[in-house]
């Protein structure tokens, strides 16, 4: 089935990338309804946004009549900015460039990526899988100083799988992957950095999943969110917007059963017994909303050494669909789907509030894509406004400091890039050769 779904797929998309698709991700697109513009997967996935549309054709529901009213995106009830008000990064002297990497053509052929930086300095470099490398796939740790890569020993039994990266250590990496296709049982592969092994967990009681939505906790286990219930479209489907397609917004939500697994043992299998949507961690707690890729609910926080909890509104807007979720110590971030309003124009956010639900800013504008990467201080913001259209690009917001600065002009049509192991550092991509692939960069930016 999935070969035939592969086969499908390259049918109906012009130039396709031979036998690089990444089915998972365009499903968990499509699970994120034919509104969101495209999946930042931290993970180094390559995938066209003309894939994206195809998935949101084969898994959203579409029709239904006019959405109204259609005028201008409302502002947000909190202190707002727009892109325009963010100021140009120079480098040098707001951000330093740490390393960067060039693929010519991703539409010929897969290529080499940059799938996040360790915690101690060096990149996980990844070579295909791809036609040179009998698509396989292959790692390095590189010193983005020399660009020198340690090669590890070859991961066995993945092919052409989809990895993620959720714990890229200086003892030990972590990767996560689907051992069928579409759904099926998550495996963890990790590797030791001292021994120079690899090895690979399943977990016999961890219920099967469509995509591995995992992350790792401050205990160490991973933890992982197994589908419950998924909102439904209206009777007769999504109303159509002023673009033609379908609005979503103001949808009812999705949500998860909590699950956790050891990296040790298979057989330690634990149900958290809480339903979520998104989920994120920080050093001292763990923070979730009631439902995500629709109306968000509360947003709860439980401290984890007293184990008190408290919960709040996020009062995000009326017709807001919660996209992306992360968070510090002191900060919530919440990037969200808002509507389409006259001319195709876009209501997207990127909320952020402190941990107890005040509103510190909204970042609006569309084509806005925001995420917080764990253990980051910096929200990296994504902007695709269309090929000639000057807002395209990648902005940053500085939880820190309160900045917010535009790193690049122009976005590529690829998802790329990883976790970071610095809480300054960022990663982003720009187009070229006419679109057909893309320059990853990895930065810091400064104090």
């Not at 892109?83 to 010519?104: F, I, M, P, Q």
């Not at 500085?398 to 917010?404: A, K, T």
Request: net charge negative; proline share 5%; charged share 25%.
């Amino acid at each position: 089935m999935v070969n035939d779904l592969k086969q499908l797929l390259r049918d109906t998309v012009a130039d396709a990338p031979p036998g690089h698709l990444d089915l998972a991700s365009i499903v968990a697109t499509g699970h994120r309804r034919v509104r969101a513009r495209r999946t930042t997967a931290f993970g180094g996935v390559a995938l066209a946004v003309a894939g994206v549309v195809v998935a949101a054709s084969l898994v959203g529901s579409v029709g239904g009549d006019r959405a109204e009213p259609a005028s201008t995106p409302p502002r947000p009830d909190a202190p707002t900015m727009r892109l325009a008000d963010a100021k140009r990064a120079v480098e040098g002297r707001d951000y330093d460039v740490l390393a960067s990497y060039t693929n010519e053509n991703l539409n010929r052929d897969n290529g080499q990526y940059l799938d996040g930086v360790t915690d101690d300095g060096l990149i996980l470099f990844r070579n295909g899988p791809r036609d040179g490398t009998g698509w396989q796939q292959h790692y390095a740790l590189m010193d983005p100083a020399t660009g020198e890569k340690d090669w590890l020993p070859d991961l066995k039994g993945v092919g052409q799988d989809q990895l993620w990266p959720v714990e890229l250590g200086a003892d030990q990496l972590v990767l996560v992957s689907l051992e069928n296709g579409l759904r099926g049982a998550m495996r963890a592969h990790v590797f030791d950095r001292t021994d120079q092994e690899w090895r690979t967990l399943t977990w016999p009681g961890l219920p099967k999943t469509d995509f591995p939505r995992a992350q790792l906790g401050p205990d160490h286990r991973l933890y992982v969110r197994i589908p419950a219930t998924q909102g439904e479209p209206p009777a007769g489907g999504w109303p159509t917007a002023s673009d033609g397609e379908a609005d979503d917004a103001d949808a009812a939500g999705d949500t998860f059963h909590l699950w956790s697994v050891s990296l040790t043992e298979s057989s330690d299998v634990r149900d958290e017994q809480l339903s979520v949507g998104d989920v994120a961690f920080t050093a001292s707690s763990m923070m979730w909303t009631d439902r995500t890729n629709g109306d968000a609910g509360s947003v709860h926080v439980r401290g984890l050494a007293s184990g008190d909890e408290h919960s709040f509104d996020p009062h995000a807007g009326e017709r807001c669909n919660l996209l992306g979720f992360g968070a510090t110590d002191d900060r919530v971030v919440m990037s969200e789907y808002c509507g389409t309003y006259d001319d195709g124009v876009r209501d997207d956010r990127v909320q952020i509030l402190t941990a107890d639900g005040a509103q510190v800013v909204t970042l609006q504008g569309s084509g806005l894509d925001g995420v917080l990467p764990s253990g980051s201080e910096v929200v990296n913001a994504s902007v695709y406004a269309g090929d000639d259209d000057s807002r395209s690009g990648t902005y940053v917001y500085d939880l820190s400091s309160d900045r917010f600065l535009r790193i690049s002009d122009g976005l590529s049509q690829w998802g790329l890039g990883g976790p970071t192991g610095d809480a300054r550092q960022v990663m982003w991509h720009t187009p070229v050769n006419h679109r057909n692939g893309a320059t990853q960069w990895v930065g810091r930016l400064r104090d």
